[in-house]
């Protein structure tokens, strides 16, 4: 790849990062980036996935010093979520990149109408009935498969179902789901690299800029209240799902 080009992914992975922190949904813009420098899109999906560690890990370490991660309230789900993300690798070479747009303008759409339905959600901490602690560890299992297969999203949406189901707190959901992506990124890309699939070379270098991107986003993302958080998620995800639309369009 030519220096340029390496360049220009570098500074989008990084900007990609600092605001995924918050709001996810970087790998619907980093992966398509790397299409469009010549990698091959498993290739592509499978070297992100391997930077998303990098990114994931960064991203967790000033949420946990702050104290925000609750970690024996996420443990059913990082549990789900290895199984369910090992699934979702295992698939990246039976779904086509037509099926994958599809998904993710599902995903995104869905997102969306679920954030606007709960508009009061997410600034003050809800109430978990036995009913929604289910839709919570069922919608975590699906959406793991999808964050093993392509990621693109996923996080976004699991912030989500956290603050609707799960009765976290902006704060609370944007810092766990960090938490979680690390094993579902991890696990994903154990399989990814098995199969053969990832660039070792750019991943590194990709992998080192979104760690210092999440890193950095994060450690300001921790000084926002509730409501600050959720507007800029609000926001994002608007132009997400607009975003997704008109790609499978």
Known sequence: MPLSSLIVLIFIFFVTSFVGVVTGGNSLIAVPAMFQFGVDPKVAVATNMFGLTFMSVGASIPFIRKGTVDFKKILPLVLLTLVSSALGALLVGLITSAAIKLIVSIAMIVVATFTFLRRNAGVEPGSVTAFSLVITYILTFLLGIYGGLYSGGYVTVLTTVLVVFFGMTFSESVASTKVINVFSSLIATLLFMWQGLVDYKLGIILGITMF??????????????????????????????????????
């Open 212 to 249: 210092a991107g999440a890193y950095a986003g994060a450690h300001y993302a921790t000084k926002l209240n509730d409501l600050w958080l959720k507007r800029i998620f609000l926001t994002t995800v608007f132009l997400l799902a607009l975003k997704t639309l008109y790609d499978f369009i």
